[in-house]
């Protein structure tokens, strides 16, 4: 038995619940469609076609919004069906602008997302694919989280739903658009949770609803290297590695599940991902770790490590939490460490830290309610 034997499923709906849409691909819509009111195929797809654009183009909550159908359709629909969105619990704001939501999909099944202003073309949201991690990696707060459960699709688009909400991003597709990238980099190992992740961006990627292109959608990996491939086959979007070390004793240390998928294999996943090109690089994360990983002879072996991929390399200064067991590596170490890799042909961002007064910066999200918890049982046992 694996850790994600282990995960609980999604509670399933009592069966005369109204079934939400949010997450369906348009395929399953017009099948919920066809199946409520026994609509042949052709008015099943064009009435999911209607019922799309509202959802996703326009952010329509109600179906008493849906001008272009019929009352009695709406009330009928209203009947049948939901268009739920997760339900905002708490939205911090840093002083740098970015955004930290932690989001109830369900009794107990708390996540955080987070929108960081001015990343990409306009701004990125960064959603999670689980509640918790599996992966324990020892520089990240989410890994101190038990793994839970899986989201669903629906779940992970109503992230996305929401924060337009609060951004007022509707309708979709604004020239002035704040929200025009997503990371898959909030909690969860996202490969662990492929199907649910293909199928949300295939909505959130739609060009008729929330439209936000596959090349504008990087999700990231710990390095789970029989679904890399798969990845690219189902997605299309870019792919980023948390990587954070160049050998194998000290990525066992940092990343465990190295241990299971060393670096080697993990290179060769990387060299062979579907449509891999100069226009189309990974991006190598690495968390600079005071006296860990941030050497010159480690910047050079990175640069050898990544020979013949095309590569950014973002290089990510440590965000500290309590009880965390690291330090961040000075500016200047961080700028030395950056220069070897430029110098070598490759792009080196070096990402300034967001969000870090809220607790939403990278490898900083576990969910609010946990630490609630936590709290409670500390006190309890005084």
Same mark, same amino acid.
């Given at each position: !038995? ?63 919004? !849906?001008?272009?159908? +019929? ?270 890799? +430029? ?40």
């Amino acid at each position: !038995m694996t850790a994600l034997d282990l995960i609980s499923p999604a509670a399933a709906p009592p069966a005369d619940a109204p079934i939400n849409l949010v997450g369906l691909g348009r395929r399953a819509l017009a099948d919920a469609l066809a199946a409520a009111f026994g609509l042949d195929a052709r008015k099943a797809r064009m009435r999911a076609s209607q019922i799309w654009r509202w959802v996703y183009h326009y952010g329509a909550t109600d179906f008493a919004a !849906m001008t272009d159908i +019929a009352k009695d359709m709406r009330a009928a629909l209203a009947e049948r069906f939901r268009i739920a969105r997760p339900e905002v619990v708490e939205r911090r704001i840093s002083v740098d602008g970015t955004r930290k939501y932690l989001l109830r999909m369900a009794p107990g099944i708390e996540v955080e997302c987070v929108f960081i202003p001015d990343v990409g073309r306009a701004g990125a949201l960064c959603v999670s694919s689980q509640v918790g991690c599996t992966l324990t990696c020892a520089f990240c707060h989410t890994g101190t989280q038990r793994l839970v459960r899986n989201l669903t699709a629906a779940e992970i688009v109503g992230q996305v739903l929401a924060v337009k909400d609060d951004l007022g991003e509707w309708p979709s597709g604004r020239e002035d658009r704040r929200l025009s990238n997503i990371v898959f980099m909030g909690m969860g190992e996202p490969l662990y949770n492929l199907e649910n992740v293909a199928a949300a961006i295939d909505v959130i990627s739609d060009g008729d609803g929330v439209s936000i292109s596959r090349r504008r959608i990087t999700v990231s990996t710990s390095g789970v290297v029989p679904e890399i491939p798969r990845l690219g086959e189902m997605t299309s979007t870019m792919l980023a590695i948390s990587l954070h070390a160049t050998n194998d004793a000290l990525r066992d240390a940092l990343v465990p599940i190295n241990r299971k998928y060393p670096i080697a294999a993990l290179m060769d996943a990387c060299r062979a991902y579907p449509g891999l090109g100069n226009a189309r690089r990974i991006t190598f994360e690495y968390v600079m770790l005071k006296g860990v990983n941030d050497t010159d002879a480690e910047a050079r072996e990175l640069v050898r490590l990544l020979k013949g991929i095309p590569a950014k390399i973002n290089l990510i200064p440590f965000n500290p939490w309590p009880g965390a067991p690291y330090e961040c590596s000075s500016w200047a170490r961080i700028e030395a460490f950056a220069d070897i890799v +430029a110098r070598a042909g490759y792009a080196s961002p070096i990402r300034t830290p967001r969000g870090r007064d809220i607790f939403a910066a990278c490898g900083q999200l576990k969910s609010e309610s946990v630490k609630a918890r936590a709290s409670a049982r500390l006190k309890a046992a005084l």
